[in-house]
């Protein structure tokens, strides 16, 4: 038995011993609010031997423009105190949340107390640098909803791994980010009332925020936190990124621990950051990654690497040296699809006047030749950081594989996690309830046929696409995150109505297995030679409509919408 | 009301839904040569047997549908709906995956495949 063989098996029988410990507590309706051990390494890079890198900090007047590396920093020199820091985020928090929506809970006093309590002379990378933590991670004393009836009252007695992992680095809980109803559309209550609005365009009803962990972009775009976690099952982080022109990583499936994260799909769930820029994620992954005896998908895994490594890129010229070859399917430069999401959606139920649809398709028309512009851009921006760009074709059976039907096998997981609150009362599921029926509905035989056919895709992403190029243009995070591959979702330009006002346009870089470290040196090489990541949405009273003053009237998605477009 | 309606249903429908589903074969153009071969299927089951369907299921499994609302827009969800996504779902979803021909030699399914991807490496 090879070295990594009887690595992978002796972690998994000590995994599968802690996970039986849990079982009594999973039997019936309750989800296990027992804390299993959780491990303080991550493969080599324990919270205490993580080193901030060292950079030239920008001169800003306003310390939430600091990237979290960026305020580690000024915090360790002593120019500027957690408790500074912290009430800098707290009173933008009082101007705009109304507005934003951004957090379902505002921890005000303990975030404060937290910060007093910091002590940065400490050698913890994010002592004193206040989060926003996406409310479907388990956060002990803290009300943990994910948005739904279900879970409202909800209190767990332990933190997530991942946010264990965050807050033993010295970060602090600044609040619990608004999300999809159990984490499966853009944010909105329980009964389907929109919640989050896109931090760029807060008044417009047809913007969408991005998916599930909304909350926490626009927490993060808008300037009330410096940095956020999320979750995506089926684009969560790097929707939400794009919309909002964040940086956001969905790691490959395993790297970050899942345990004391409320599930939706065991096989598709991941836990990444949505962060400012290439350095603050990777230096969040850095925290979070690593295995956890508490979560088998993490064991028996390639060790992390020194993702802070990867995105030092040292101001060198030619930082994607070759031979990164970065491949493009061939119709990257194509016009895009009409966007989709459920406000296009609803768009298209009502009953609209020729003059509406023509200005609303004229619109969509503009952005989409500003996407393609922007991509192109990117393109030849990488090309002259090293990059070989190189044209890739899709697999055989992308098009089968990848359809929606392959997609909706995921459904059965999240019927069986939840089956007991369905029995209970399908009311307990707003507006998010039938994407749970019809995971009922899927027969065995199908769900079984389904996950062979996801292997045969990745293997043909594998062998079809990664033989030609290390790191390939994704239009969509499907179906990367269906097969567990890594996404790297970055800002690459913005486009503006014709009021003015800018909207980002975001790109994505899918890569093989374990590969994020290779992805965030992309990242942050292109962001050494742009500034898109650096640009800030304007406060919404310079955005606020002219004519009425009051607050925005929600807007509210179908339950239809849910199964159509959520995750 | 639905739930009223739920035994009537699967009598009348129970049957139906369980017969063998009638089969047209097409191979997919971009198929051929490809690891996996595409059966296409035709079925004609109608709103009525395939909401007998739904209801059964939902019945064996414990899951009551009828203390949603009939037919209520403004309601996070109602039977309505309810059924009319499920109907689209079971016309769709179940067909095309079970159409995909599979080599019986081929893959074992694989729930986590990038982490199987990194355990096959040498």
């Not at chain 1, 969560?236 to 004391?260: C, D, E, F, W, Y």
């Not at chain 2, 699967?10 to 074969?25: A, F, K, N, P, Y």
């Amino acid at each position: 038995m090879s070295e990594v063989d009887r690595r992978v098996f002796v972690e998994r029988m000590a995994s599968l011993s802690a996970t039986a410990m849990i079982s009594p507590a999973l039997l019936g309706s309750q989800i296990s609010n027992t804390r299993l051990p959780v491990t303080q390494t991550n493969g080599g890079y324990t919270r205490a031997n993580i080193k901030l890198p060292q950079i030239q900090v920008r001169q800003v007047t306003d310390p939430t423009e600091l990237t979290i590396v960026e305020a580690a920093i000024l915090i360790r020199r002593g120019e500027i105190s957690p408790v500074e820091l912290t009430q800098a985020y707290l009173s933008r928090i009082d101007d705009w949340e109304e507005v934003y929506q951004a957090f379902n809970t505002i921890l005000y006093e303990s975030a404060l107390e937290s910060a007093r309590n910091v002590h940065p002379q400490r050698d913890h990378p994010l002592a004193g640098i206040p989060l926003a933590i996406k409310d479907n991670f388990f956060t002990a004393g803290v009300r943990t909803t994910a948005n739904s009836f279900i879970f409202e009252d909800f209190t767990p007695n332990f933190d997530a791994t991942a946010w264990a992992r965050l807050r033993d680095a010295g970060g602090i809980l600044l609040g619990k980010t608004q999300m999809g109803p159990l984490a499966t559309t853009a944010a909105t209550t329980p009964t389907g009332t929109r919640t989050t609005v896109n931090a760029w365009a807060p008044f417009a009803e047809n913007v969408s925020p991005g998916g599930s962990s909304s909350g926490s972009a626009t927490a993060v775009a808008s300037r009330m936190a410096p940095c956020g976690t999320g979750t995506q099952t089926g684009g969560s982080i790097t929707n939400p990124s794009n919309a909002q022109g964040l940086t956001g990583i969905k790691p490959t499936m395993g790297r970050v621990s899942l345990h004391g994260v409320l599930p939706l799909t065991y096989t598709r769930d991941h836990v990444g950051p949505l962060a400012r820029d290439a350095r603050d994620a990777a230096l969040m992954l850095q925290i979070m990654a690593g295995p956890d005896p508490a979560d088998l998908r993490t064991l028996g895994l390639p060790s992390v690497p020194d993702y802070l490594a990867a995105v030092d890129i040292s101001r060198q010229k030619r930082p994607l040296r070759k031979p990164l070859r970065i491949g493009v399917l061939p119709d990257y430069l194509d016009e895009p699809e009409h966007e989709t999401g459920y406000f296009a959606a609803r768009e298209e139920e009502e009953e609209q006047r020729d003059r509406e649809r023509e200005q609303r398709a004229q619109r969509t028309h503009e952005r989409n030749v500003a996407t393609t512009a922007a991509r192109g851009e990117m393109l030849r921006t990488l090309e002259e950081l090293g990059a070989e760009i190189v044209e890739v074709q899709a697999p055989r059976d992308w098009t089968t594989l990848t359809s929606s039907s392959f997609n909706n096998v995921r459904l059965p997981e999240r019927s069986e996690i939840f089956l007991e609150y369905l029995r209970d009362d399908v009311r307990q599921f707003g507006v998010s309830l039938s994407p749970w029926i019809n995971g009922l509905l899927l027969p065995a035989t199908e769900y079984v046929r389904g996950q062979r056919a996801r292997f045969i895709l990745l293997e043909s992403i594998l062998e079809e696409i990664f033989t030609q190029c290390d790191a390939v243009v994704q239009t969509a995070p499907y179906p990367f995150d269906m097969v567990g591959l890594p996404l790297v979702a970055f800002p690459i330009g913005f486009e503006t109505n014709s009021a003015g006002v800018p909207r980002p346009i975001g790109a994505m870089l899918g890569g093989t297995p374990y590969s994020e470290d290779s992805l965030l040196t992309i990242a942050a090489a292109y962001q050494q030679a742009t500034d898109w990541h650096l640009r800030r949405p304007a406060n919404p009273d310079h955005l606020r409509p002219d004519a009425p003053s009051g607050p925005r009237s929600p807007g509210r998605i179908d339950l239809l919408d849910v199964m159509e477009f959520g995750q | 009301m639905v739930a009223q309606s739920k035994t009537e249903r699967e009598d009348e429908g129970g049957r139906s839904t369980l017969s063998i589903l009638t089969e047209s074969m097409r191979m997919s153009p971009d198929l051929r040569n490809s690891k996996t071969k595409l059966r296409q299927e035709r079925h004609e089951l109608t709103d009525e047997e395939l909401n007998t369907y739904i209801l059964a299921r939902l019945q064996q499994l414990g899951v009551d549908l009828s203390v949603l609302p009939e037919d209520d827009g403004d309601a996070p969800a109602d039977q309505r709906r309810i059924l009319a996504s499920a109907r689209r779902f079971l016309r769709a979803t179940p067909p095309e995956i079970s159409a995909l021909e599979l080599d019986a030699l081929g893959p074992a399914p694989v729930l986590y495949p990038s982490e199987m991807s990194v355990w096959n490496l040498e």
